[in-house]
């Protein structure tokens, strides 16, 4: 990964997240990094949500354990996906990652549904497709990275105008983009102490996930130097549309 040296003191990043034992790990010390502010947020918290997105820079919305289909339990994710959409509306920076990839999905058009190919989890290989070559979020990825996964839903269909960017081994939807709105499957926020912690919750009905902890931390360095890039293109992306519209301003 290229080093990121310039930074925009001034940016601030919403970032939403949806289930409190999916926090933003890696991102922090990235957006640190580039002097970029992450406002965190539970939207299972009325009182946190923003009553209008005009001060942020960009936005990022989590993952969870909780499913895109599952509003009648948890009606807030209305109000992720009217976010999204608000988001979306202004072209403002956006990426939704794992559950909020999805929930981007199902906000503009598109179709979550149980994997037809089950658990996806682990270290797992991504392969930016042809339309990635000039994509801001996909530039300076190798031909195939890895990253971190955990997930049993999945879009089973993009929405009307997007783009795929990249494609995996058991589910072909990996990363699209929308506008200026990106959604990834995987969760190239994780690092390997926390998928560590997330292992135990599908143990007992996918047993060959222990083995999966030890494979994460083999591949860490791979998963870390990729998934740091991707996301320094998304801060690059924030950092741009920024300085626009302060000097606009």
């Known amino acids: 990964m290229e080093s990121k040296t310039e930074t925009f003191n001034n940016s601030t990043i919403l970032v939403l997240q949806p289930d409190r034992q999916c926090g933003p790990d890696r991102l922090a010390n990235w957006s640190k990094e580039r002097g970029v502010k992450l406002d965190v947020r539970n939207p299972d918290t009325p009182s946190e949500m923003p009553a209008s997105l005009e001060t942020f820079d960009g936005l990022i919305v989590l993952g969870g354990e909780m499913g895109d289909g599952d509003t009648s ?3 807030w994710l209305e109000q992720v996906r009217d976010t999204l959409r608000e ?13 909020g990839g999805q929930l ?6 598109g179709t979550v549904e149980p ?8 270290a797992i290989p991504i392969t930016p ?10 530039q300076g990825m190798p031909g195939t990275f890895y990253s971190g996964s955990f997930h049993n839903d999945a879009i089973s269909r993009l929405p009307p105008d997007a783009v795929l960017l990249a ?10 983009r929308c506008g200026s709105s990106w ?9 390997p102490a926390h998928y560590a912690e997330w292992v135990p919750l599908e143990l007992e009905s996918h047993p060959e996930l222990e083995a999966t902890i030890c494979e994460f931390e083999r591949m860490d360095s791979l998963v870390e130097d990729a998934c740091g890039q991707l996301f320094h293109n998304f801060l690059d992306v924030v ?7 302060r000097r606009a301003s």
């Open 73 to 75: 339990k948890h009606p």
């Open 87 to 99: 988001a979306h509306a202004v072209g403002l920076p956006t990426l939704g990652i794992c559950l």
């Open 104 to 109: 981007l999905a199902s906000a503009l058009g």
């Open 115 to 122: 994997g037809d190919a089950g658990l996806e989890a682990g």
């Open 129 to 138: 497709l042809e339309d990635a070559t000039n994509d801001p979020l996909m």
């Open 167 to 176: 494609t995996g081994e058991r589910y072909s939807n990996q990363a699209f």
């Open 183 to 191: 959604g990834v499957q995987f969760h190239p926020e994780l690092n």
């Open 239 to 245: 950092l741009d549309k920024s300085r626009v519209g």
